[in-house]
C-alpha cells in the first residue's frame, strides 16, 4: 500500500537513476539535448503515475507522509514545472553541453524533494524534504561557476537557509516539548488536550517553525535571499525557483496547517483548534509580505530582481488565503499557484530569451524588442498584464477569488483593500519593463533573432492559458474544489 | 506570566553583561594600532599571498562519499533488528531496503564512472 501510495515518486527515482546510469555510462549524451528530454519524459511518467495513485488517500509510510487531494494537485504542479523547465532549458545557453547532465539530475532531485516536503504529514518528514530541496537548490544556483554573481547567489542562499532551518529545527524541537509527538495528526491532539496552556511557548515554537516555511516561500521576514539569489542564478534555475519551491513550501504549510492546527468537522469546513489565533498573525505576516515586495521592486532596474521581488508580492496575496480557513480560500490558492505556476514561468522564459540575446538582463536591454521581436513583446505583455491583475486576464481571477474569499470573513476588509492598494502600485513596476519594450528606442544597432519553433511552442504554451484561464475558469476552480474536498 | 520571570531575569543580567564587557574593554583597553596588530594573524608568521586563491581539494568529494556510505551502513542495523517480525506483515520492508540499496549501488556505479576516486 505505501509504495503503492508512493508510485509517482518511485517513478521519478527510478528515471533519474536510469539517467545516472546513462550519463556515466554513454558520456556522449550530454553534448545533444538527451538529458533535458528525458527529464520531460520522467515528468510525464510520474505525472501518469500520478494520475494512477490519485484515489489512494490517506497516511501512508507509518503516518509520515499523506496522499490526498492536495498531495495530488501539488505533484502535477512540480512535475509540469519541473518539464516546463527542462523544456524551457532546451535552447538556454546558460546551461550549456559542459552542465547539462548534471543539471537534468540535479532538477529531478530537486522535484523529488518538492514532492517529499509537500506531502509530509510528520516534521522528521518535513525537515528531511525541506533539506533535500535546499542542498540542491543552492549547487543549482550556483550552477554557473565561472560567475561571481552565481558563486554569492549559492553562498547567500546558503547562509539564509542554514539560518532558517536552524530556526525551524529549534522549534520543531519545542513543539516536541509542548505536545510530546513530531506527528501532525497527534500533535492536533495534544493541542486538543493542552487547551491554550502555554501560550508564549506555543507562538514562540510556531514562530520559529514557520522560518523554514517563511524561508523556502520567501516571505517576509525571510525574503531577503530571494533577488540576490534570482539575479545571480542562471535564468532556467531562477525560472523554477519562483515556481517548484515556493509551491512545495505552500503546500508543507497547508498540510501543516490543515493537519496539525486544525480540525474537520462533519461539512468539510476547518476549524483551528481552540486556543490557538492564527489569523491575525497571519493576516500581518501577509500584508507586511505584500507591502516590502511591491515597494522594494519599485526601485529596482534589473528585471530578474523586479521579478523576484513581484514574487515576494505575489507570496502575499496567497497568504491571503491562509487567514481565513475556508474551503473556497483553499481553492482559490490552489487556482492561483496555477496562474501563477504559468504567468510567472512565461514572464521568467522572456527573461531567459533576451539575457540570452544581449548578455544581461536590465530593463535597458529589453529596449524597442517589443517591435523588433513582436511575438515576444506580446507574451511578454500578456504575462505581466496577467501578473498586475488586469481583468481578462488569468491573474484577476486569481487575486479575484483570494480577495472574495477573504471578504467572506468579517473583520479583513483592510487587507483585501491593502491587496488592491499594492496591486495598483505592481502596475507602475511591471510597465516600466513594458514601455522599455514598446515605447523606447534601443540603443546602437538592433539586434533581433527569429525565435525557434520549439521557443514558440513553449511560450505560447504558457500565453494561451494565462489569457484562457482568465475568460473560462470554472473547470479549473472545480477541479481545485474537488482537490480540496478530497 | 509570573512562571516566565526568572528567565526575564536571566535575560537581563546577560545582557547587561555582554553589554558591561564590551562597554569597559572600549573604555579601559589601550589602543594601539600598529601594522603588525592590524595584519592578518597566520600563526606568529608573516602573512604571505592573498587569502582568496584556488586550492586543490580532492579529498572534500572522498571524505563526503565516505560520510554518505557510513550513514547507509547505520541505517543497515536498525532494519536488521526488526526485519525478523515484520516478515509476517508481508515483504514490505524487504522492498523498500532493496530499492534503497538499489540507489546507492546506482550512485556508486556513477562515482566509479566519474573516476571520482582517482585521485592523480
Not at chain 1, 383 to 407: Q, R, Y
Request: glycine letters at 8%.
Amino acid at each position: 500500500m505505501s509504495l503503492k501510495a508512493f508510485l509517482p515518486e518511485l517513478t521519478l527515482v527510478g528515471f533519474l537513476s536510469a539517467l545516472f546510469l546513462l550519463d556515466g555510462f554513454v558520456p556522449k549524451l550530454r553534448e545533444n539535448r538527451f538529458p533535458l528530454v528525458w527529464v520531460m519524459v520522467s515528468c510525464l511518467g510520474a505525472a501518469l503515475a500520478t494520475k494512477a495513485a490519485s484515489n489512494l488517500t490517506g497516511p501512508f509510510f507509518n503516518g509520515m507522509v499523506l496522499s490526498n487531494g492536495l498531495s495530488t494537485f501539488f505533484r502535477y504542479f512540480f512535475f509540469f514545472s519541473c518539464g516546463a523547465t527542462a523544456y524551457l532549458t532546451l535552447s538556454s545557453k546558460e546551461i550549456d553541453s559542459r552542465g547539462r547532465s548534471e543539471f537534468s539530475i540535479l532538477l529531478l532531485c530537486l522535484t523529488f524533494g518538492l514532492s517529499l516536503m509537500a506531502l509530509s504529514n510528520h516534521f522528521l518528514m518535513l525537515y528531511i524534504g525541506i533539506e533535500t530541496v535546499s542542498i540542491i537548490s543552492f549547487v543549482l544556483a550556483g550552477f554557473s561557476r565561472e560567475s561571481l554573481r552565481s558563486n554569492e547567489a549559492s553562498f547567500k542562499y546558503l547562509v539564509y537557509g542554514a539560518v532558517s532551518s536552524g530556526l525551524m529545527i529549534f522549534g520543531i524541537s519545542l513543539i516536541y516539548g509542548y505536545t510530546g509527538t513530531l506527528a501532525y495528526p497527534q500533535i492536533a491532539e495534544a493541542l486538543v488536550k493542552n487547551n491554550g496552556a502555554h501560550p508564549y511557548v506555543f507562538y514562540l515554537a510556531l514562530f520559529l517553525v514557520y522560518a523554514g516555511f517563511a524561508y523556502k516561500i520567501s516571505s517576509f521576514p525571510f525574503h531577503f535571499w530571494t533577488p540576490d539569489v534570482y539575479e545571480g542564478a542562471p535564468t532556467p534555475v531562477a525560472t523554477f525557483f519562483s515556481v517548484g519551491p515556493k509551491a512545495a513550501g505552500f503546500g508543507a504549510l497547508l498540510h501543516f496547517i490543515l493537519t496539525a492546527l486544525s480540525q474537520k468537522d462533519g461539512n468539510g469546513q476547518w476549524t483551528m483548534i481552540p486556543g490557538i489565533q492564527l489569523a491575525p498573525i497571519l493576516a500581518v505576516l501577509s500584508a507586511t509580505t505584500m507591502v516590502v515586495g511591491n515597494l522594494s521592486a519599485i526601485a529596482q532596474t534589473n528585471v530578474k530582481r523586479i521579478l523576484a521581488f513581484s514574487s515576494i508580492a505575489h507570496v502575499g496575496y496567497v497568504l491571503m488565503g491562509f487567514v481565513v480557513m475556508t474551503p473556497a480560500a483553499f481553492s482559490s490558492i490552489i487556482f492561483y499557484l496555477i496562474v501563477y505556476c504559468a504567468m510567472n514561468l512565461g514572464a521568467f522564459w522572456v527573461v531567459g530569451i533576451v539575457t540570452d540575446l544581449q548578455g544581461n538582463d536590465d530593463v535597458s536591454s529589453f529596449r524597442g524588442l517589443g517591435w523588433n521581436m513582436p511575438f515576444l513583446g506580446v507574451c511578454m505583455a500578456i504575462f505581466l498584464f496577467s501578473l498586475t491583475g488586469i481583468p481578462l486576464f488569468s491573474g484577476f481571477i486569481g487575486k479575484f477569488l483570494l480577495f472574495g474569499a477573504l471578504i467572506q470573513v468579517p473583520g479583513y476588509l483592510w487587507l483585501a483593500l491593502l491587496g488592491v492598494l499594492n496591486s495598483v502600485v505592481s502596475l507602475y513596476y511591471y510597465m516600466k519593463i513594458l514601455k522599455a519594450m514598446w515605447l523606447e528606442r534601443p540603443e546602437g544597432e538592433v539586434k533581433a533573432l527569429r525565435l525557434p519553433l520549439t521557443q514558440i511552442v513553449g511560450l505560447l504554451g504558457l500565453a494561451v492559458p494565462t489569457i484562457v484561464l482568465g475568460l473560462f475558469f470554472s473547470p479549473v476552480l472545480e477541479l481545485a474544489q474537488k482537490w480540496v474536498a478530497q | 506570566m509570573a512562571e516566565l520571570v526568572p528567565i526575564a531575569i536571566l535575560l537581563g543580567i546577560s545582557l547587561l553583561l555582554c553589554s558591561g564587557i564590551l562597554l569597559v574593554t572600549q573604555i579601559l583597553g589601550p589602543k594601539n594600532p600598529v601594522p603588525a596588530k592590524l595584519g592578518t594573524y597566520e600563526c606568529g608568521v608573516k602573512p604571505e599571498g592573498g587569502a582568496h586563491i584556488p586550492f586543490k581539494s580532492s579529498f572534500y568529494l572522498i571524505a563526503v562519499l565516505f560520510l554518505l556510505f557510513d550513514v547507509e551502513a547505520a541505517f543497515f542495523l536498525p532494519w536488521a533488528l526488526v526485519y525478523k517480525e515484520s516478515l509476517s506483515e508481508g515483504p514490505a520492508l524487504l522492498w523498500a531496503m532493496l530499492i534503497y540499496m538499489g540507489l546507492m549501488a546506482v550512485g556508486l556505479i556513477y562515482i566509479l564512472r566519474k573516476k571520482i576516486l582517482r585521485l592523480t
